[in-house]
């Protein structure tokens, strides 16, 4: 059964760019979260997507969107990067249900670097 | 709102030293505890977790139990190992309404372990 798949695994983007992310959930898994871990803020809840619908979400910028695909495949998008924005940005899978007790599945990440 | 607060790191151990790593959490209703632990230059990966009060969860040689009297889920390892060594988070998740998706994550512990 194949893990969570994020891409790319690295990225250096120039402040005011745009860039995006994307994450494959595990087959089967309808809810795709979004996190950001820095050093300084350690790991926050952006927010999560369950079958297209944004169900939750962080204290982040407008900045900060996502959206999520038919076949569960979600993608985030930042804006008019900052250097405050370099972090590594994590997605979690899930079933996505309302229990609390499955655990969720994390990507290995994608490291943004904003120069 | 949530918060989960772990002990202060880092914790340097020589193998085969015995583990405990605080976990104390605030939290509303009856959440579900986790342990995560990242290797360098990867994502989370799911340690071990706990439903209900009581319950134990264990993996690995590692465990931990929920107790909600002292709201707290404490990591324990007897024997450690140099391939311990990485970053450890504690996390909480509630069940459905405004916490879909979302895991609160404690600040993280690193654990060195020498030969």
């Known amino acids: 059964k194949a893990g969570v798949t994020q891409t790319p695994r690295y990225l250096i983007k120039t402040r005011g760019q745009q860039v995006t992310l994307s994450c494959s959930p595990i087959s089967g898994h ?86 | 709102g949530n918060s989960v607060t772990q002990m202060e790191g880092p914790v340097t151990l020589s193998e085969e030293a015995f583990l405990t790593i605080n976990c104390t959490y605030t939290a509303t209703g009856y959440p579900s505890l986790f342990w995560y632990v990242q290797y360098p230059g990867e994502g989370l990966q799911l340690l071990l977790k706990a439903t209900k009060a009581d319950d134990k969860g264990s993996n690995k040689g590692f465990e931990a139990t929920y107790r909600k009297e002292t709201t707290s889920f404490h990591l324990e390892k007897g024997s450690v190992q140099v391939s311990d060594s990485a970053v450890y988070f504690c996390a909480l998740a509630n069940a459905g309404g405004t916490s879909y998706g979302k895991l609160t994550f404690g600040q993280g512990t690193i654990l060195t372990v020498h030969p």
């Not at chain 1, 169900?55 to 250097?83: A, C, D, H, I, Y």
């Open chain 1, 30 to 115: 309808r809810s795709v979260s979004w996190y950001q871990q820095t050093p300084g803020q350690g790991l926050q809840f952006l927010f999560e997507y369950f079958s297209e619908t944004q169900r939750n979400k962080g204290n982040f910028p407008g900045r900060f969107s996502g959206r999520q695909f038919s076949n569960s495949r979600s993608e985030m998008n930042v804006s008019t990067l900052e250097l405050g924005d370099s972090a590594l940005y994590l997605c979690a899978s899930s079933p996505g249900d309302s229990r609390a007790n499955y655990g969720y599945t994390f990507g290995s990440g994608t490291r943004l670097t904003v120069v």
